[in-house]
T-cell receptor, first 116, second 114 residues
């Protein structure tokens, strides 16, 4: 089966510009996650969807970050406006069921964002 | 809230040597424990996970980990590493109720040289 797809793979923008990342999870997966991975750190959860509803966005900087999951499938994460500290790899992951704590998450290759 | 500590940021080792990557966690409740591996330019991939039962967990690619509740540790081991094991390894924890929320450590870079 196809894995989690993300695009673009790399993005370079100036600070205060806007940027959007796209994720297509594994077909049929109910739960979708967005993580931010800053260099030298582990991934940090930004937002979690179950189908097209948000179940956890407690660590999403809502003044500049937004995310949606269209029809419970694809998802888009947006940053507007970007700051220097947003430079990171943005990872998308999905899991098959309704987010049981024991589930395996399947990760995409990530989008590397550089803010200049 | 949970936290994970991976004290070794980098572990160099020669091919065919054994290796242990250390992971300690902190939690006031029972947890599930995971090890994920990240190869260069790829996403994270599950190596193994501890849910319950036997404290020795076997995973893919010859890796295993042992859950030690008294020491709150979940160290990853492999008896003989290969060049292809060069990657970043992340330990993660999730509590056992509600929605899954993985908390990751900062990672350990395993460097295998000939």
């Amino acid at each position: 089966e196809a894995g989690v797809a993300q695009s673009p793979r790399y993005k370079i923008i100036e600070k205060r510009q806007s940027v959007a990342f796209w994720c297509n999870p594994i077909s049929g997966h109910a739960t979708l996650y967005w993580y931010q991975q800053i260099l030298g750190q582990g991934p940090k959860l930004l937002i979690q969807f179950q189908n097209n509803g948000v179940v956890d966005d407690s660590q999403l900087p809502k003044d500049r970050f937004s995310a949606e999951r269209l029809k419970g499938v694809d998802s888009t994460l947006k940053i507007q406006p970007a700051k220097l500290e947003d430079s990171a790899v943005y990872l998308c992951a999905s899991s098959p069921r309704f987010s049981r704590r024991s589930d395996t998450q399947y990760f995409g290759p990530g989008t590397r964002l550089t803010v200049l | 809230a949970q936290s994970v500590t991976q004290l070794d940021s980098q572990v160099p080792v020669f091919e065919e040597a054994p290796v242990e990557l250390r992971c300690n966690y902190s939690s006031s409740v029972s947890v599930y424990l995971f090890w994920y591996v990240q190869y260069p330019n790829q996403g994270l991939q599950l190596l193994l996970k501890y849910l319950s039962g036997s404290t020795l967990v076997k995973g893919i690619n010859g890796f295993e980990a042992e859950f030690n509740k008294s020491q709150t540790s979940f160290h990853l081991r492999k008896p003989s590493v290969h060049i292809s094991d060069t990657a970043e390894y992340f330990c993660a924890v999730s509590d056992r109720t509600g929605f899954q929320k993985l908390v990751f450590g900062t990672g350990t870079r395993l460097l295998v040289s000939p």
